[in-house]
């Protein structure tokens, strides 16, 4: 297990390859279970909080978002002590009040992806956890403080962020049926990284930048790749100016909050502790060690 270098995880989204402001910076390469994570991460302090920060899509934007690997990205996280991860992820917006350049914090998800692994436990280890509510709400309401007291752009609370496969960009048709079922934003990237943040018990939010409208809004410019570099561009300064402020009101230990995220593995696992062998409590003891 790594030397812990963070308490709080941030996870950089389209044009967020960087985190500006830290000081007492390295770089280290977790090595885990699950293979070798998306780029190296980048420790260091911001303020008084131990940071890590890791670019999703590694740094020049190489890896798709089908193929980013995510079990080795949150294991690595969990290895170097972190307990809160903030993610910043590209959306397009699927109703007329959400525009283009507004921030989000979205409460719920749903899942429309196909190809990608959605759990640490496998090969005889079988774990349940909860995902009722899939985002740390205390997470949540830190960064929605954090948004409310800054200005210069809109921001919103709440909504069902649907995060289909990609990396193509949704039909007409599709996006149509996500607006008749109540949706509220689209992404690529949130799913799986939630269900193994769960798993790793670490408390994890997003800050949804909003880029586009999709494409149900007639109006509105075909979506492009340009268009949303442009403007995810334009809102990745305020997501940073967000990650700042919540660093500096994280609370001392996880204990003066009561989220469940922490114990989240306490009653997941049904598998026979007998049957678990010596290879696979190797394998899982980061996660798994202090219920074994």
């Not at 978002?65 to 307990?83: C, D, H, M, Q, W």
């Not at 997470?139 to 954090?146: E, I, M, P």
């Not at 943040?197 to 007639?218: F, G, L, N, P, S």
Request: charged content about 20%; hydrophobic content about 40%; overall charge negative.
């Amino acid at each position: 297990m790594e030397t812990p270098r963070g308490r709080l995880g941030v996870i950089g989204g389209s044009g967020l390859y960087a985190m500006e402001g830290l000081t007492d910076i390295a770089e280290v390469m977790p090595q885990t279970p699950f293979g070798a994570p998306s780029d190296a991460i980048v420790t260091g302090m911001l303020g008084e909080q131990p940071v890590a920060f890791l670019p999703r899509h590694r740094r020049g934007h190489r890896i798709s978002p089908t193929e980013v690997p995510s079990r080795a990205n949150i294991y690595a996280f969990k290895s170097l002590g972190v307990e809160w991860i903030i993610s910043v992820s590209a959306v397009g917006s699927l109703r007329e009040d959400y525009a283009p350049l507004d921030l989000v914090v979205p409460d719920q998800i749903f899942d429309r992806t196909r190809s990608r692994a959605n759990s640490f436990f496998e090969d005889g280890v079988v774990a349940h956890v909860s995902f009722a509510d899939p985002f740390c709400p205390h997470l949540s309401d830190q960064l929605w403080a954090a948004m409310g007291a800054r200005g210069g752009f809109r921001a919103h609370r709440g909504g069902v962020y649907v995060c289909m496969e990609g990396p193509q960009f949704s039909t007409k048709a599709e996006s149509n049926t996500y607006r008749k079922l109540g949706f509220d934003l689209i992404g690529m990237t949130s799913l799986p990284e939630a269900k193994l943040a769960r798993e790793a018990e670490i408390c994890y939010a997003t800050i949804a930048c909003v880029t586009d409208y999709d494409v149900w809004h007639e109006s509105a410019e075909t979506v492009t790749v340009e268009m949303v570099v442009a403007n995810l561009t334009r809102n990745v300064e305020n997501a940073k100016r967000i990650i700042r402020a919540v660093a500096s009101e994280m609370p001392a230990t996880r204990a003066e909050q009561s989220c469940g995220c922490e114990q989240a593995l306490e009653n997941a696992v049904l598998t026979d502790r007998s049957q678990i062998t010596a290879p696979l409590r190797a394998k899982y003891g980061l996660l798994l060690g202090k219920y074994l």
